[in-house]
């Protein structure tokens, strides 16, 4: 069974930094592209980042460009979020995911992944 496991949230104060990982399993992650969401409560699901399976191409949304980077080890089967300058409006749950066919033309759109993890709920406090 394909598992996607985020790990690395938590509380921080404004202006400071959290790594976000998502760790997989039972699939063959270096063939998968990578997306990361978040949802803030009442709102929906947006599209965070991505990474194709080399992790020589990144996509951001604007609100995190500059300030997110994402990467991904597969020797670890692993991808990682890494968040600085964090904002009280990046409040939410952050979501990996993956699929091995997701064309980057498709890459913010969440209908388009298939495999997700659990998420990990970050908080920025003002």
């Known amino acids: 069974q394909v598992q996607l496991v985020e790990s690395g949230g938590g509380l921080v104060q404004a202006g400071g930094s959290l790594r976000l990982s998502c760790a997989a399993s039972?699939?063959?992650?270096?063939?998968?592209?990578m997306g990361w969401f978040r949802q803030a409560p009442g709102k929906e699901r947006e599209f965070v980042g991505f990474v194709n399976r080399y992790g020589n191409i990144r996509y951001y949304a604007d609100s995190v460009k500059g300030r997110f980077t994402i990467s991904r080890d597969n020797g670890k089967n692993t991808g990682y979020l890494q968040m600085n300058s964090l904002k009280p409006e990046d409040t939410a749950v952050y979501y990996c995911?993956?699929?091995?066919?997701?064309?980057?033309?498709?890459?913010?759109?969440?209908?388009?992944?298939?495999?997700w993890g659990q998420g990990t709920q970050v908080t920025v406090s003002s």
């Open positions: 039972e699939l063959t992650f270096s063939r998968c592209a």
């Open positions: 995911a993956a699929d091995y066919n997701i064309g980057i033309d498709r890459r913010s759109d969440a209908k388009n992944y298939v495999y």
